[in-house]
């Protein structure tokens, strides 16, 4: 399938966020050809950051939010119309900083969409400042002699909150990641990737990784077992895991509270009342 926009691309040469649109636009072109999807009723939506300017790549129904707002967004859309299937990209200043708020409670209300995270660890847009997943001892534009603060580890975060599929990827690997996005896309649930992002320009960590991660789920982990889980998402030193951690099945916010009814189609919109009374 066809996803190019006449947009020019203007991420640097050889940012990872290249990594993370080859492998969307190949999950995407997989789905509508073996899992029926269709992309009319596929919507993206971004924040603000370099991450953002990947729904101008994509030939998809998308929305820009607000920086951090991203799921307030995919609340909006999916509650709207709840048919569609929705994908947010966000990067981790936006989420994790910007969006903390917003991330905690979707992943407790299990809301059935797809989060993508563009994780390079640094503001990139605004030219290096220290991000909540900035490694202790980072030195950027806001933290000159090294930062002091100890970095968020994001997966513990959303299992802690409620998310149910959790995982990891690396943008260096397009194929496990487009994998990763099938199985995620395909959930029923609050599912939220991060994605271990090289920022070229502020914080090059492509060797890094690349001699570190190694794919957890071909070792046979048990992605029910939320211990274990939560355990392998603080692996991080010589050995860094990537792959799908953790994934339960729970029902999900929209279908608890739209009761099989769709906004969308109604005549009129009904108030907040009706809808948690169920009398749409």
């Given at each position: 399938?066809?996803?190019?926009?006449?947009a020019?691309?203007?991420?640097?040469?050889g940012?990872?966020d290249?990594g993370i649109?080859?492998?969307?636009?190949?999950?995407?072109?997989?789905?509508?050809?073996?899992?029926?999807?269709?992309?009319?009723?596929?919507?993206?939506?971004?924040?603000?950051?370099?991450?953002?300017?990947?729904?101008?790549?994509?030939?998809?129904?998308?929305f820009?939010?607000?920086?951090?707002?991203?799921?307030?967004a995919?609340?909006?859309?999916?509650?709207?119309?709840?048919?569609?299937?929705?994908?947010?990209?966000?990067?981790?200043g936006?989420?994790?900083?910007?969006g903390?708020?917003?991330?905690?409670h979707?992943?407790?209300r299990?809301?059935?969409?797809?989060?993508i995270?563009?994780?390079?660890?640094?503001?990139?847009?605004?030219?290096?400042?220290?991000?909540?997943?900035?490694p202790?001892?980072?030195?950027?534009?806001?933290t000159?002699?090294g930062?002091?603060?100890?970095?968020?580890?994001?997966?513990?975060l959303?299992?802690?909150a409620?998310?149910?599929?959790?995982?990891?990827?690396?943008?260096?690997?397009?194929?496990?990641l487009k994998?990763?996005?099938?199985?995620?896309?395909?959930?029923?649930?609050y599912?939220?990737?991060?994605v271990?992002?090289p920022?070229?320009?502020?914080?090059?960590?492509?060797?890094?990784?690349?001699?570190?991660?190694y794919?957890?789920?071909?070792?046979?982990?048990?992605?029910s077992?939320?211990?274990?889980?939560?355990?392998?998402?603080?692996?991080?030193?010589?050995?860094?895991?990537?792959?799908?951690?953790?994934?339960?099945?729970?029902?999900?916010?929209?279908?608890?509270?739209?009761?099989?009814?769709?906004?969308s189609?109604?005549?009129?919109?009904?108030?907040?009342?009706?809808?948690?009374?169920?009398?749409?």
């Amino acid at each position: 399938m066809n996803l190019e926009t006449p947009a020019p691309n203007t991420w640097c040469p050889g940012c990872g966020d290249f990594g993370i649109l080859a492998a969307f636009k190949m999950a995407v072109s997989e789905m509508v050809e073996k899992d029926g999807l269709d992309p009319r009723k596929l919507v993206v939506a971004s924040g603000i950051g370099c991450h953002a300017k990947i729904v101008d790549y994509l030939k998809l129904n998308s929305f820009y939010s607000l920086h951090g707002r991203v799921p307030p967004a995919l609340t909006g859309i999916k509650l709207a119309n709840p048919e569609l299937t929705v994908v947010g990209f966000s990067g981790d200043g936006d989420l994790y900083g910007e969006g903390m708020g917003h991330l905690i409670h979707t992943c407790r209300r299990n809301l059935n969409v797809t989060h993508i995270v563009h994780n390079n660890q640094v503001f990139a847009l605004t030219t290096g400042q220290v991000t909540p997943t900035s490694p202790i001892g980072f030195k950027g534009r806001s933290t000159p002699k090294g930062s002091v603060e100890y970095p968020i580890n994001p997966l513990q975060l959303v299992m802690g909150a409620g998310a149910t599929f959790v995982a990891r990827g690396f943008s260096g690997d397009v194929q496990q990641l487009k994998k990763i996005m099938i199985a995620a896309i395909k959930h029923k649930g609050y599912s939220l990737i991060d994605v271990l992002q090289p920022c070229v320009s502020f914080n090059d960590t492509g060797k890094f990784f690349r001699e570190r991660v190694y794919d957890l789920n071909a070792q046979g982990h048990d992605t029910s077992n939320f211990d274990l889980a939560y355990k392998k998402a603080a692996e991080w030193g010589d050995k860094i895991p990537t792959g799908i951690f953790y994934q339960i099945s729970k029902p999900p916010f929209d279908e608890l509270l739209l009761r099989g009814n769709n906004p969308s189609k109604l005549k009129e919109v009904p108030s907040i009342k009706k809808i948690l009374n169920g009398e749409m």
